[in-house]
T-cell receptor, first 113, second 114 residues
Framework: GESVGLHLPTLSVQEGDNSIINCAYS??????FIWYKQESGKGPQFIID?????DKRQGQRVTVLLNKTVKHLSLQIAATQPGDSAVYFC????????????FGAGTILRVKS | EPEVTQTPSHQVTQMGQEVILRCVPI?????FYWYRQILGQKVEFLVS????????KSEIFDDQFSVERPDGSNFTLKIRSTKLEDSAMYFC????????????FGSGTRLTVV
């Protein structure tokens, strides 16, 4: 079946440190992955995405790594800031354009000043 | 930056009443979705809509739910007879279906059934 899960429900980091949030997915047919940030009372906010034909993609302070061999996705946040505190979800898309996203359970990131 | 707009932000309704949640997707997007998130849980897919018809729906989307695109800009979710367990955040999303998929979520409507 289809499922996306996260290894760590809560991650606490010191301001300025790098954060790594992990996600395991089970459907090898997934062709597109997105990381979302969700702050309290708000909708998921797009952070970065990656297609299945890529292993790595970099954005501003964020990097997504995709390991299709072990069906693993990670989000790296460089120099974590207090404003990065939120819940982070990975989501996978199966089957191409217009299809639904399947979300993981979420990881709470707490940044300590 | 284009955004998906949802109204109202918070809706309180009595059990058994009908509610309509409204969304204005991004204007050039072709695919529309409703997702829901029960407090403290993950975001769950409800339904997708393309070319004026439902393209996929989940087990959650039973006969009590319906969606409609009444005009060229609005996309609505109707719950005919609300139950306590319908209390959740409901998110509308749209995508362009293009090479970058372009999923964008609205800020959500918090539905409280009492």
């Amino acid at each position: 079946g289809e499922s996306v899960g996260l290894h760590l429900p809560t991650l606490s980091v010191q301001e300025g440190d790098n954060s790594i949030i992990n996600c395991a997915y089970s459907n090898s047919a997934s062709d597109y992955f997105i990381w979302y940030k969700q702050e309290s009372g708000k909708g998921p906010q797009f952070i970065i995405d990656i297609r299945s034909n890529m292993d790595k993609r970099q954005g501003q302070r964020v990097t997504v790594l995709l390991n299709k061999t072990v069906k693993h996705l990670s989000l790296q946040i460089a120099a974590t800031q207090p404003g990065d505190s939120a819940v982070y979800f990975c989501a996978e898309n199966i089957g191409g354009y217009g299809n639904k996203l399947v979300f993981g359970a979420g990881t709470i990131l707490r940044v300590k000043s | 930056e284009p955004e998906v707009t949802q109204t109202p932000s918070h809706q309180v309704t009595q059990m058994g009443q009908e509610v309509i949640l409204r969304c204005v997707p991004i204007s050039n997007h072709l695919y529309f979705y409703w997702y829901r998130q029960i407090l403290g849980q993950k975001v769950e897919f409800l339904v997708s809509f393309y070319n004026n018809e439902i393209s996929e729906k989940s087990e959650i989307f039973d006969d009590q739910f319906s969606v409609e695109r009444p005009d060229g800009s609005n996309f609505t979710l109707k719950i005919r007879s609300t139950k306590l367990e319908d209390s959740a955040m409901y998110f509308c999303a749209s995508s362009d279906g293009g090479s970058n998929y372009g999923y964008t979520f609205g800020s959500g409507t918090r539905l409280t059934v009492v």
